[in-house]
């Protein structure tokens, strides 16, 4: 006998609960960007150990959100709405007790874990108990302003705690609002759930899982260890047989996490590469501020703050004139004009002084690719989703979502690697032909040995390394303004990409897309979520 739909009864309180779980969510991955000048003062990571922070959180996000989705179908979604809240608080409060890098490393996974249940979990819940389009439509775009509010929120959390407390406080801060989340969803939501022809795509969830955390091991760790060091080598050939054996999986599974045959058809290739890139160059872009303004200058987190606020704060206050264009100009044109804004921001942000600490000098840089980032995040799943066969427009959302949250986690780790390498080898050579003493050439080169271009730049003035931190902020200053290439290189070549090899003939009816992706509630997070 089939299993019996159950779509739960909409609801303010389902709302509410739904609305508060992804803004918290989205608070949870945007906070530490603000505070990684104060992670470096106070926990003395080295080398790539900053980068963790950041993946630590999106890990998890990226490799296991349509797994959630599929298990709030088959044994309710207020568990995991409830469950994913109480999920992240823990790994907060793990946070904000750390002695050391390692154990922040630890709560940003578990607080990963919990965001990762409430992505997909809070918009289905809303899209199941929605009985009309037109509720459905206005539940999904509160649902977005709650998204959009939280990475509004969370600079400004980073920025008053850090500057005015602790950033202890703020992670303490997110764990009351993950209590009051959890408490919300247990005492309003009501619970849906749709297990016909769902089921766990195990095999595909364990081999992308492995293959992605090695991957990004191998990035992260290549301007550390050596990129011809065993254990930097062995993990890109563990990435690339288990991202074998993930094709594999997908193309046995019955319930696939990633519908490969959706690659088929060369415009949702296209679309899906863009996606990647495009969503790279944008958190790539985030990361290399935030180290430019904490750990290389050493700027207060207000300071740090503002800037966030140019890149995350625009989108908000632009939803409603995207939401309009997207009903009058074709998805690919909105998306290439965000890209190219994006790019325009970031080669501008190249061209800045490393000893240029004035905040009006990244209005205009931080501006253009957070204005590129409003149009571009309103229009990457439409484009994708209207590549595809319209029968698959459901599975396309999901899948554009895996993508997206890829490109993501993709940013702070391919960065961060470009940027030390460069920064590193820069300095090494600077040190090396420099009119320092002897003793402390000798010991700038120990501090650069054991942790890298970002310890050198963080010594105090007066110690005998210390006469080196000038070499390291202008080394560090080409590295991270290389980062900003990378990044404008890479929204460049796909908005050419977009305007090139997606022709309007393949655009089809966003309205029908869209609704077929809401329906279909492992996807529906995909549909709208930045």
Known sequence: MPARRITGRFTAGTLIAGCLAVCLAQIGI???????????????????????????FLLPVTVLELTFGVLGDLF?????????????????????????????????????????????????????????????TRAIALWASSLSA??????????????????????????????????????????????????????????????????LYGVIQGPMDGWSSVPVVTAFLIAAVFLGLFVVAELRARSPLLRLDLFADRAFAVASAVTVVGMFAFLGTAYAASIRLGPIQHQSPLRTAFAFLLLNGITPFLTPLTTRLLTRVAPRLLLAGGL????????????????DRALPSLILPLGLVGVGFAFTVSSV???????????????????????????FTLGPAVIGAVALSRAASRL?????????????????????????PLALNSVPPGSPPGAATPYALEALGHGYAI????????????????????????????????????????????????
């Open 76 to 136: 309710g979604r207020k568990r995991l709405l409830v469950g994913g809240a109480v999920l992240l608080g823990i790994g907060e409060t793990v946070a904000a007790l750390s002695a050391g890098v390692h154990q922040l490393w630890a709560g940003q996974a578990l607080a990963g874990l919990g965001a990762a249940a409430l992505f997909p979990t809070s918009l289905a819940m809303i899209a199941a108990g929605s009985t009309t389009a037109a509720s459905r």
């Open 428 to 452: 090494d050579g600077a040190i090396g032909t420099s009119d320092l003493a002897p003793g402390a050439r000798a010991a700038a080169g120990e501090v650069l040995a054991e942790g890298g």
């Open 150 to 215: 939280g990475g509004f929120l969370a600079p400004l959390l980073g920025g008053v705690t850090g500057n005015y407390g602790s950033w202890r406080w703020a992670f303490v801060v997110v764990t009351a609002v993950a209590a009051v989340s959890a408490l919300t969803s247990l005492l309003l939501a009501h619970d849906s759930r749709a297990p016909e022809g769902r089921s766990l795509d195990i095999g595909g969830q364990i081999t992308i899982g492995v293959g992605a955390f090695a991957l």
């Open 30 to 56: 945007a906070l530490p960007a603000t505070l990684n000048g104060l992670f470096q003062e106070h926990l003395h990571p080295v080398g790539s150990q900053l980068t963790w922070i950041s993946d630590a």
């Open 340 to 355: 190219t804004l994006m790019a325009a921001g970031d080669f501008a942000a190249a061209s800045l002084r490393v000893t």
């Open 483 to 530: 980062g900003f290439v990378v990044c404008g290189a890479a929204a460049a070549l796909s908005a050419l990409l977009v305007l090139v090899a997606l022709r309007p003939a393949r655009e089809k009816g966003r309205e029908k897309g869209t609704d077929t992706a809401v329906r279909d509630a492992d996807g529906s997070a995909a549909a709208v979520s930045p």
């Open 381 to 407: 799943t439409a484009t994708a989703v209207n590549a595809a066969p319209a029968h698959l427009a459901g599975m396309a959302s999901a899948s554009t979502n895996l993508l997206r949250d890829f490109g």
